[in-house]
């Protein structure tokens, strides 16, 4: 499984910009990069994904590096609804009828002060 | 309806019971997967069912057992679970390759 290497935690204050970083030297050609969050007693959530090119949507921007073997979330505005673990992973497309694998990595822990 | 509904949203079993878990969208969506939790450890991905047949088994044990009668519903059985089972049962489903999976609030199972 392709791996990721993240901070364990991050801290920020409300209403500033967070640039959550992620490590994936070993990422092949195919493999996507996908965020996910988890507040607290949620299940997961889809934050954004892309393959080479930098990606925006209303919740966050991705910017990855030419290489690919980085890649940065960023929260443009933090709010304390933004505090939750941040995964970064790769997604490994398992077959052309829609099953993928999503292998989870340890994430960050992302602290918002007021 | 984005939603993912697990029930129960706990279960509190003995080593000898025989229970299941139950997880249902309605979004058309043609793949299902289950995940366990520990506490304050990533989610585990456990199976993967596409167009309703198994396509990923991460080497689970045989006291897990996953079904999917139909495209809108995921079952896992469960059977003679040891202590160490204990942890967040995740469900999510995804419409197809490149898509984003959308997760149940998941259920939370203690083994006694």
């Known amino acids: 499984d392709a791996k990721t290497t993240q901070p364990n935690s991050m801290e920020s204050n409300e209403e500033e910009p967070v640039h959550l970083p992620c490590n994936h030297s070993?990422?092949?050609?195919?493999?996507?990069i996908h965020w996910y969050r988890q507040l607290p007693s949620q299940g997961p959530e889809y934050v954004i994904h892309?393959?080479?090119s930098n990606v925006n949507n209303r919740m966050a921007s991705l910017a990855i590096a030419e290489d690919r073997k980085s890649s940065t979330l960023i929260l443009h505005r933090a709010t304390l609804r933004d505090a939750a673990v941040y995964y970064c992973?790769?997604?490994?497309?398992?077959?052309?009828?829609?099953?993928?694998?999503?292998?989870f990595g340890q994430g960050t822990r992302l602290t918002i002060n007021p | 309806d984005t939603e993912v509904t697990q029930t129960p949203k706990h279960l509190v079993m003995g080593m000898t019971n025989k229970k299941s878990l139950k997880c249902e969208q309605h979004?058309?969506?043609?793949?299902m997967y289950w995940y366990k939790q520990k506490a304050k450890k990533p989610p585990e991905l456990m199976f993967v069912?596409?167009?309703?047949?198994?396509?990923i088994n991460e080497s689970v044990p045989s006291r897990f057992s996953p079904e999917c009668p139909n495209s809108s519903l995921l079952n896992l059985h469960l059977h003679a679970l040891q202590p160490e089972d204990s942890a967040l049962y995740l469900c999510?489903?995804?419409?197809?390759?490149?898509?984003?999976?959308?997760f149940g609030s998941g259920t939370q199972l203690s083994v006694l």
């Open positions: 999510a489903s995804s419409q197809s390759v490149n898509e984003k999976l959308f």
């Open positions: 070993t990422i092949s050609g195919t493999d996507y």
């Open positions: 892309g393959l080479t």
């Open positions: 992973i790769l997604r490994e497309a398992l077959n052309l009828q829609g099953a993928q694998k999503l292998v």
């Open positions: 979004m058309g969506h043609r793949a």
């Open positions: 069912y596409s167009y309703e047949k198994l396509s």
